[in-house]
């Protein structure tokens, strides 16, 4: 089976400016996650949505950002206004079920210059 | 909320050594300890996970065991090989947590000589 997409990979933006991160789960994942790591620390919860609902975004650090999951399939994670601090690998991961570990994506590496 | 802290941030072993990387958490709720390994450009990958009804648990190279009355877990890889360097990043998650919310470690840059 296809393993979670990201896209892009690299994106590399002024600040200020917007940026749509993209995400595509394993075929038939409810669970969909978004993660950061920011500065080689630990990765860190950004959300959690089950099929197109939100289950939890207690990890969204402002209202700068925007996860969407229009039908339940791909996610967006949209930064506007990008701010420098907003560098870092944004992953997202999913899993059929709730109760154990789940595929990550590749990561697009965001820098905000 | 849940800490999890991870020790060393770096290691370097020869080929064939054994590597130990070791973790603590702050919520005694947590139940659920996954150890993910991340390779250049890729994506973290789960390499094996423990709950906490078990004390330990092997997959070929590579156990890991619990302590839940100290709160922390370790990770242990035999006979290392060069495929094995990658950075390991361990991560627990809270069992009333019912939206599966990781915290994770902050990571060990593991270095295999060979």
Known sequence: EAGVTQFPSHSVIEKGQTVTLRCDPISGHDNLYWYRRVMGKEIKFLLHFVKESKQDESGMPNNRFLAERTGGTYSTLKVQPAELEDSGVYFCASSQETGGGYTFGSGTRLTVV | ?114
Not at chain 2, 58 to 78: C, E, Y
Not at chain 2, 93 to 102: D, E, V
Request: overall charge neutral; glycine content about 8%.
């Open chain 2, 1 to 114: 909320g849940e800490n999890v802290e991870q020790h060393p941030s770096t290691l370097s072993v020869q080929e064939g050594d054994s590597a130990v990387i070791k973790c603590t958490y702050s919520d005694s709720a947590s139940n659920y300890f996954p150890w993910y390994k991340q390779e250049l450009g890729k994506g973290p990958q789960l390499i094996i996970d423990i709950r906490s009804n078990v004390g330990e648990k092997k997959d070929q190279r590579i156990a890991v065991t619990l302590n839940k009355t100290a709160k922390h877990f370790s990770l242990h890889i035999t006979e290392t090989q060069p495929e094995d360097s990658a950075v390991y990043f361990c991560a627990a998650r809270n069992a009333n947590n019912a939206g599966n919310m990781l915290t994770f470690g902050g990571g060990t840059r593991l270095m295999v000589k060979p």
